[in-house]
């Protein structure tokens, strides 16, 4: 049970096309470290050939490898998580297979947490991704920066680097809809970013359609905040307020001018606003609502189906 001064984590779903060009570049990275490493590579459920070239890698270098297969596909971040509870390393990093991380990157990640930081994250230099999904993160990271703690200019980039403080912490959590890089965030007391390297897909196409970054980014804001319900609240409070006013209003004009009957569009017009805020305040209150129930039926959050290690990792826990 040697400790390792420096774990690599890597979720995998479906990327037979680019593991081999991962393998080719990742190891000669970690090599060139002159520290002792080891690689997890997590298979979530691959239906191609990715589990079966993880397990020939494994045998190629069984001392630095370790490889955690799932038995379906529980999402990047269980992946990781399942990743973290099978890491030894002093510094763990997180890293997408697809080699949009740069794994040359990794030292540079390694030395600044070597300066005494806890959490390293990433600025992507020039984000290789599409203009609609550009945009749309900018637009998410500003509205995630007022309503949450957490501050991160940059929340999609996965290739981070955290301490092993931070990582047992994380073990320790239960949660199951989560976002891993703001999880860690909440727990580091010195986090710093950095710039890295963001290339395009190496191979076949993203994992995420857009309801699941939808949902991603649901779990961002409502995993770490209750803000919206608040401001969901202050905003009931001030349509009440002014619902009272205009009530006292039409009261008034209703005894000075007797009935008035213009003016039935801007009622509708009115009505369907309100509807709409109302509809949109219950669906708010079912997003916490359904993470409570997620939270309180406590199931297993992903089931491994084997381990391929030269020896025990020393976390061992549940899922
Ligand atoms: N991934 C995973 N499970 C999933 C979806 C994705 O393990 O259900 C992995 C995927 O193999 C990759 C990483 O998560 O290593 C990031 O996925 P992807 O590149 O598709 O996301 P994007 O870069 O488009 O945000
Ligand atoms: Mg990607």
Known sequence: MSPVEVSVVIPVYNEEDGLQALFDRLYPALDGLGDSYEVIFINDGSVDRSAAMLAAQFHKRPDVTRVVLFNGNFGQHMAILAGFEHTRG??????????????????????????????????????????????ASRAMNGLRERITKIRMTDQGCMLRAYDRNVVDTINACREVNTFIPALAYTFASS????????????????????????????????????????????????????????????LMRRFLFGSEVQGVFTLFAMNFFLIGILLFGLGLLGEYVGRIYQEVRDRPRYRIKAVLEAEPSRHRTEA
């Open 90 to 135: 002093k510094i763990v990093i997180t890293l997408d297979a697809d080699l949009q991380n740069p794994p040359e990157e990794i030292p540079r990640l390694v030395q600044t947490m070597r300066e005494g930081h806890d959490y390293v994250g990433t600025i992507r230099r020039q984000r290789n991704d599409t203009a609609f999904r550009r945009y």
């Open 191 to 250: 986090p710093v970013e950095i710039e890295v390297g963001h290339e395009q897909r190496h191979a076949g196409e993203s994992k995420y359609s857009l309801y699941q970054l939808i949902r991603l980014n649901f779990d961002l804001v409502t995993g770490f905040s209750i803000v919206p319900l608040q401001w969901f609240s202050a905003i009931g409070t001030v349509l009440s307020l002014l619902s009272g006013v205009l009530f006292v209003v039409l």
